[in-house]
């Protein structure tokens, strides 16, 4: 690098913008000046070495922008998705197609530039005068024409704020068709968000390419090109304002929320897990349910009760008994067959049930176990002895009840400055976490990712050390609710942990929040504070309870099981439905697949506890994340060519919502 380039360089690059800039923004700002300085040079004669402070300044800006692409998510496999149910001939086909077109010839012309800068020394003079003629032609197959011709497909001259431009017809699209975006694990915001990066991206190379055509017909004599040039940097200003503008009208339109639909097929253990034996259908006779031994009362007489003995040890000596609390016993009817798994382990304690009626509980079609006749009888003539079905809350102690919910905090590791990229619900042993994975974070919102970080208490819940309500949360009959929520941290703040905790008899989740500098990526993280929604039954407008009617199991429903749940609700755990499913699981089912937009390369601002079901089913609890809100960043004005070494802050003040 010559050394007058040099040092109106490190002058270009000491200055920073008064707001927080996005990262192509900086980078078109640090590129017009390099290019700007440039010119000084080339305007002051410098006639020996302006040849080499040229071709530095290209090279220079050239690495810039590998750098930079290699931090732009490729917007090839969202065409192809948009694409894959896409009516042949829409508007947004046709200009899908022409802007991947116009893409590949701007990025093909850049690519003959980088070999001519390798070889500049070899190429013919020649050679690099037409590469520049064609770059600054008034031809419409010009560069100047394809950058002007993606800026059209950009914006519309009569609304620029949305209109035609092709965010707007892929936003459309995304959420007509689209609007989960799960093949891409990636928000809605963030696919705008980087097809603008990817666009500005372009729009910079093609005014960089531009500008130095103008600098080799000038060192070529062909010409003194000062206006030229300053008209291209004029109307690239023109074009980035337009560009920004329709982004940012995009942006504001754009869901920032993200979760994950159902997989290709369901698997425990890998996709999802389950509650078990918190509610679960039960036969007990009610002989079996009193310490006489009697048969006095009736089975709607036990609405909390507990298994005192086995009676001749008829069938209650055949299944497992209840060690828990006996609740809501019904009589349905007095003679059944009972399908019993074939499995010590199986969660369930019946396959099905068939009544002498013909009534059945449960889907009677096979039986992987045995089947017993089971029939109330009289005693002493005089009394009948019923079997009664009723739920089961089985004792905690007992090691096949997973009902545990970990109270413990899953933060991040701020005094590092990471902040949270993903989250999931996951099971160890019996127990229910929160888990965070976690990047570190970079200048402009750049996230380098990291990994999983491990709980740091994984317990027992009969473990010596642990205690109920401050370490864990048993789901009980009483104590099942929990509350749904989207929280999301106020402006200047990202994401940096997340927790349950108690508010009542309600399992409550919470967010860490934590203000940052933009431009430095730098996490204030002393001034972290929790977030919540602590709304309860005794305020003026409570929680509203989403309610499961007849809820089967979920993994059998044959459709993809939207988000039907709302901010500031709640709903109860509770059994599956007893026709359906003998009241054997309990529901919902916890979706335990990882919410990681862009593989824990992505800012998150909030996250949230939602259900996903329809009419019927279980569904599932699942978790779900906010991507930061990059709208207020896209910023496009450039630097005075008068001013631009003014000395500028680079602190972030947050805009207060």
């Known amino acids: 690098m010559s050394a007058t380039w040099g040092a109106a360089l490190v002058i270009t690059l000491a200055i920073g913008p008064a707001f927080g800039l996005t990262k192509t923004n900086q980078l078109s700002n640090d590129i017009v000046n390099s290019i700007t300085d440039t010119w000084k040079l080339i305007n002051e004669g410098y006639k020996d070495d302006v040849s080499a402070d040229v071709i530095e300044m290209m090279r220079y800006v050239n690495k810039r922008l590998e750098e930079a692409e290699r931090k732009v998510l490729n917007v090839g496999p969202v065409i192809s998705m948009l694409g894959k149910e896409m009516k042949r001939g829409t508007r947004l086909e046709l200009k899908l197609n022409d802007m991947s077109n116009l893409l590949y010839r701007l990025e093909t012309s850049h690519s003959t530039m980088k070999n001519y800068l390798d070889y500049y020394e070899s190429i013919d003079e020649s050679t690099m005068e037409d590469f520049a003629r064609y770059c600054v032609s008034h031809s419409p197959e010009s560069l100047r024409g394809l950058v002007e011709r993606i800026n059209l497909l950009m914006v519309n001259k009569e609304d620029i704020l949305l209109g035609w431009s092709i965010l707007g017809l892929i936003l459309q699209n995304v959420k007509e068709e689209h609007p989960d975006l799960c093949e891409l694990q990636m928000s809605q915001h963030q696919l705008i968000f980087d097809m603008y990066n990817t666009i500005s991206l372009a729009e910079i190379k093609g005014y960089a390419?531009?500008?130095?055509?103008?600098?080799?017909?000038?060192?070529?004599?062909?010409?003194?090109?000062?206006?030229?040039?300053s008209l291209t940097r004029q109307r690239y200003g023109q074009r980035t304002n337009q560009t920004a503008a329709a982004a940012r009208a995009a942006l504001s339109l754009a869901k920032r929320?993200?979760?994950?639909?159902?997989?290709?097929?369901?698997?425990?253990?890998?996709?999802?897990?389950?509650?078990?034996?918190?509610?679960?259908?039960?036969?007990?006779?009610?002989?079996?349910?009193?310490?006489?031994?009697?048969?006095?009362?009736?089975c709607a007489y036990y609405t909390v009760a507990e298994n005192k003995n086995c009676y001749q040890d008829l069938f209650c000596k055949k299944q497992t008994r209840c060690g828990g609390r006996i609740i809501d016993c019904t009589f349905l009817e007095s003679d059944m067959w009972v399908c019993q798994p074939n499995y010590r382990h199986d969660h369930r304690r019946y396959e099905w049930i068939k009544y002498e009626s013909g009534r059945t509980l449960g889907h009677p079609d096979t039986c992987s176990g045995s089947v017993t006749k089971v029939d109330s009888w009289w005693k002493w003539n005089l009394l009948h002895c019923s079997y009664c079905f009723c739920l089961c809350e089985e004792d905690i102690h007992?090691?096949?009840?997973?009902?545990?919910?970990?109270?413990?905090?899953?933060?991040?590791?701020?005094?590092?400055?990471?902040?949270?990229?993903?989250?999931?619900?996951?099971?160890?042993?019996?127990?229910?976490?929160?888990?965070?994975?976690?990047?570190?974070?970079?200048?402009?919102?750049?996230?380098?990712?990291g990994s999983w970080v491990e709980p740091e208490n994984k317990f027992d819940p009969k473990d010596y050390e642990v205690n109920e309500g401050v370490d864990f949360h048993t789901l009980t009959y009483e104590k099942r609710a929990i509350d749904l929520d989207e929280l999301d941290s106020p402006s200047g703040h990202v994401m940096t942990g997340a927790r349950f905790r108690m508010i009542g008899a309600h399992l409550h989740f919470e967010i860490r929040s934590t203000p940052f500098n933009y431009t430095t990526g730098a996490l204030s993280h002393q001034k972290s504070v929790w977030i919540s929604n602590d709304n309860t039954d005794g305020t003026f407008t409570p929680r509203k309870k989403l309610e499961l009617s007849a809820?089967?199991?979920?993994?059998?429903?044959?459709?993809?099981?939207?988000?039907?749940?709302?901010?500031?609700?709640?709903?109860?755990?509770?059994?599956?439905?007893?026709?359906?499913?003998?009241?054997?699981?309990?529901?919902?089912?916890?979706?335990?697949?990882?919410?990681e937009p862009l593989k824990g390369a992505a800012l998150l601002s909030g996250a949230g506890i939602i259900h996903r079901g329809a009419s019927g089913s279980g569904g599932f609890l699942a978790a779900k994340v906010i991507t930061y809100d990059f709208s207020k960043h896209v910023q496009a004005e450039l630097p005075s060519e008068e001013n631009y070494h003014e000395d500028d802050t680079t602190d972030f003040v947050p805009v207060v919502n």
């Open 209 to 229: 390419m531009m500008q130095f055509s103008w600098m080799l017909l000038r060192i070529y004599g062909k010409g003194n090109f000062t206006q030229e040039a």
């Open 257 to 298: 929320d993200l979760h994950r639909c159902d997989p290709a097929a369901h698997k425990e253990g890998v996709t999802y897990d389950m509650v078990k034996r918190l509610l679960q259908g039960y036969i007990e006779n009610e002989v079996d349910m009193n310490s006489d031994g009697t048969c006095r009362e009736n």
């Open 398 to 449: 007992d090691n096949r009840t997973q009902r545990f919910f970990s109270l413990g905090e899953s933060v991040a590791d701020v005094e590092n400055n990471k902040v949270v990229t993903g989250l999931r619900l996951v099971k160890y042993g019996r127990v229910f976490h929160l888990q965070i994975s976690q990047g570190t974070l970079g200048e402009r919102g750049l996230v380098t990712p």
């Open 551 to 595: 809820p089967d199991i979920p993994t059998r429903s044959g459709m993809s099981l939207p988000v039907d749940s709302q901010h500031d609700q709640y709903m109860e755990f509770t059994h599956t439905d007893m026709n359906k499913d003998a009241a054997q699981n309990t529901v919902p089912f916890i979706d335990i697949q990882p919410v």
